[in-house]
């Protein structure tokens, strides 16, 4: 992951109504293993890695970089936000502005964590970085994922081929 530039790290828990985004911690490596080697939540992101793999190579205290936040939900990690520069991986309209990306247990699906929690994170960054451009990519067969950019007040700058999906990129902010 790229740094946020001057942005201090790791921010104070940041809490919403229902959850709470913090830092990750030892504690939660096993959650990471589960998400990571979800077929389900990687449906739309090429795929899973190997659980055994996950096990082996997964650090005691996994995404402890900045801008990745855990979402813990009464007191158990049931996802991640992460927001980091993006790099050529994307398009050239997103290049260097803030990437928007999330992770959350198919059982954590259906009750709007995302939007609460993704809500939270920008707000925070909007607080850092007042007015900055973000950036979120996603299939555009992930009609989910396309709802919750809406909501996020994300709107479409260009729709792509990629990883042998049709992509759809959007922006929020300058």
Known sequence: MTDLGPVPWAPAPIRTERLVLRAAEARDRAVFVELYASQEVHRYL????????????MPEVPGRA?????????????GQVLL?????????????????????????????????ACGAALAWLDGVLPGGP???????AN????RLAAELGFTEVERFRAWDADQWLGMRGR
């Open 66 to 78: 900045p801008g990745s936040f855990v979402v813990e939900l009464d007191g158990t990690m049931t």
């Open 134 to 140: 973000v950036v979120l990519a996603t299939q555009t």
């Open 143 to 146: 009609t989910r994922s396309l």
């Open 84 to 116: 980091r520069r993006a790099t050529e991986h994307l398009r050239p309209a997103a290049v260097g502005k803030v990437d928007l990306g999330y992770l959350f247990l198919p059982r954590a699906w259906g009750f709007g964590y995302a939007a609460e």
């Open 46 to 57: 090429g795929g899973a890695r190997p659980r055994g793999e996950l096990e082996r190579e």
